[in-house]
């Protein structure tokens, strides 16, 4: 019995250190870039009221090199979203299943436009962290 433990703990200790590491092991090294000023513009509306929006965004990308890829290419996202925002009816940008799916329409967008650009999608998740409208 004894001889047998000390076999399954040898045949693991080869097994372990005869693992060879793929990319697919490499730990990501999340980082966040923060779009400054808020976003802030027009909404369409159902009346003669013109609707605002104002919004904090984040972008998270997969690691700190790429910071310096969105960055670049802040003023062309910013313009994305500006236009998708300007885009949405009264209902969208009011309801809260509205926000989301303009988010996932920001991120989509975003990351089109960064592979037309890098031939890359960079970012791997888009946060709103602040969402004001009137």
């Known amino acids: 019995m004894k001889q047998l433990r000390s076999l399954l703990l040898l045949l693991t200790m080869t097994l372990f250190s005869a693992h060879s590491f793929s990319a697919d092991d490499i730990v990501d090294d999340y980082a966040y870039f923060a779009f400054e000023p808020d976003i802030t513009t027009n909404y369409l509306t159902n ?17 700190g090199d790429d910071l310096a890829i969105v960055e670049h290419h802040a003023p062309l996202l910013r313009a994305a979203v500006v236009e998708i925002l300007g885009e949405q009816p009264e209902e ?17 967008a975003l990351n089109q436009l960064l592979k037309e650009e890098t031939g890359k999608k960079l970012i791997v998740r888009l946060l709103f962290t602040k969402y004001l409208h009137q």
Do not use: P, Q, W, Y
């Open 47 to 63: 009346g003669k009221d013109i609707g605002f929006i104002r919004l904090t965004m984040e972008v998270m990308v997969r690691n």
């Open 92 to 108: 969208r940008i009011k309801s809260m299943a509205g926000k989301m799916e303009i988010r996932d329409l920001c991120f989509e």
